[in-house]
């Protein structure tokens, strides 16, 4: 899954993994610092640029990249091949670079967009986050702008107009596999 900045991608994550148990959720390694609340190994594994370096050296992510500008993000590949590895259905919450290497690496797995109602709604979700500078926001805003773009890439389009629905529409799509990717 991916989609723009403050279209609610983190909310959703949260969502599925406090009511589906059955599906996996990937941690990703991030350089960015915590946000209040946010838990090491649980939402993120927070680690420095050198470990950063170190798990790309050793082909140990998935994918990874810049987002924003500023920090580095990747998915450590071992925990994804394990789940399914064990058939569990697996969710990634990463930018549209990240997506874009997946779909290189695994051609199989189905590529969610989670959209905002419009555009107005992004800045206003963006801005009432209140965790971004000025300048921090017209960045994310900058992405935004070409993470929307790419909609038309992706497999299917979720709307997320409501957390409760747009999440059970990504659910549903993850435990019947693929409907868009059978003809
Ligand atoms: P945030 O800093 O707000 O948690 O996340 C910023 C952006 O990084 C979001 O668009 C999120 O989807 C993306 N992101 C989080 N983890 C990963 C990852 O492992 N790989 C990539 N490519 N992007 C990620």
Known sequence: MAGPTAVGKG???????E???EVWLSVSAT?????PGEVDGLHYHFVDGVEFDRLERQGQ???SA???GSARYGTPRGPVEAALAQRRPALLEIDLQGARQVRAAMPDALFVFLAPPS?????HRLAGRGTETAQERATRLDTARTELA???EFDVVIINDDVVRATEE???LMVDPHPAKES
């Not at 555009?119 to 800045?123: G, H, I, R, S």
């Open 170 to 172: 990504l659910v549903s």
């Open 11 to 17: 909310t959703v994550a949260a969502y599925v993994r």
């Open 31 to 35: 350089t960015r610092t915590p946000r």
């Open 19 to 21: 009511h589906y148990p």
């Open 150 to 152: 790419a909609a038309d």
């Open 61 to 63: 992510l998935l994918e």
């Open 119 to 123: 555009w107005d709604d992004l800045v």
């Open 66 to 68: 810049v987002v924003h």
